[in-house]
C-alpha cells in the first residue's frame, strides 16, 4: 500500500491550496508547511518564490533542491510531502498562467516537435510558433489531426496555408486543443 501511495503522490500534479511540508536534512530550521499560492507560488528561505501549480511533487523537490544548492557544500537533501487542498465549488485548478496544452507540429517547419500553448491558441499562431514552414512545405496539403477524447477516433483536417498566405479567409477561426498534432508534408516534385 506503502507504494501505491508513493507513486499516486509522485504521479500528483501539485495546485494552489495544496499545503506541502519541506523538511531539508541537512538544516532543520527550514523545516516548514508552506501553501502553494493562487499564482501557483509559494516561498521558502534561501529558495525564494518557487513555482508549484501543475507540476509534479519531484519537480518541485528538485526545484527547491537546485535554489538551495549555493547555500550548502553539497547539494541538500530536501523532502517534500503534500496534503491536496480540498475541492471548492468553482475553483480553478490552477492559476491561468499556469495553464497550458500540449500541441505537436511536424513535418516541414523550422522548428517541430512538443510545444506548450495557452488554450485558446489558433492554427496560425501555433504555426508561427513553430518558426514557419520551410521552403520545401506542400503548404496546400497541411493536415490538423485532433483525436476525439471519448472515442479515440482521429479527425483529420485540411488546411490550404497557401490559400491563407494569399488572403483567403478561414471559414472559422481554428483553435487548438490538448494533443492536436500538425502535419507539414513535404512537397512533391511538381507541386
Not at 518557487?50 to 533542491?65: E, I, K, L, Y
Not at 475541492?87 to 485548478?93: K, L, M, N, Q
Not at 521552403?135 to 477524447?149: E, K, M, V, W
Amino acid at each position: 500500500m506503502t507504494g501505491a501511495a508513493a507513486w499516486a503522490q509522485s504521479e500528483y500534479r501539485l495546485r494552489a491550496g495544496d499545503t506541502l511540508n519541506v523538511e531539508v536534512l541537512e538544516d532543520p530550521t527550514l523545516n516548514r508547511d508552506v501553501v502553494v499560492l493562487p499564482d501557483g507560488r509559494f516561498s521558502f528561505p534561501l529558495a525564494g518564490s518557487v513555482p508549484a501549480a501543475g507540476r509534479t511533487v519531484d519537480q518541485v523537490r528538485a526545484s527547491v533542491t537546485d535554489a538551495l544548492a549555493g547555500n550548502f557544500a553539497t547539494a541538500p537533501t530536501v523532502f517534500i510531502g503534500v496534503r491536496p487542498a480540498p475541492p471548492t465549488p468553482r475553483a480553478p485548478a490552477a492559476p491561468m498562467a499556469a495553464q497550458t496544452i500540449s500541441i505537436y507540429v511536424m513535418g516541414e517547419v523550422q522548428s517541430g516537435g512538443a510545444i506548450e500553448v495557452k488554450p485558446g491558441t489558433t492554427f496560425l499562431q501555433a504555426l508561427a510558433q513553430a518558426g514557419g514552414v520551410t521552403p520545401f512545405a506542400a503548404t496546400r496539403r497541411i493536415q490538423l489531426r485532433r483525436t476525439d477524447p471519448r472515442t479515440m477516433v482521429q479527425n483529420v483536417y485540411p488546411i490550404n496555408y497557401r490559400a491563407i498566405m494569399d488572403g483567403a479567409q478561414l471559414p472559422r477561426e481554428i483553435r487548438l486543443m490538448d494533443g492536436d498534432v500538425i502535419l507539414v508534408p513535404e512537397r512533391r516534385l511538381f507541386e
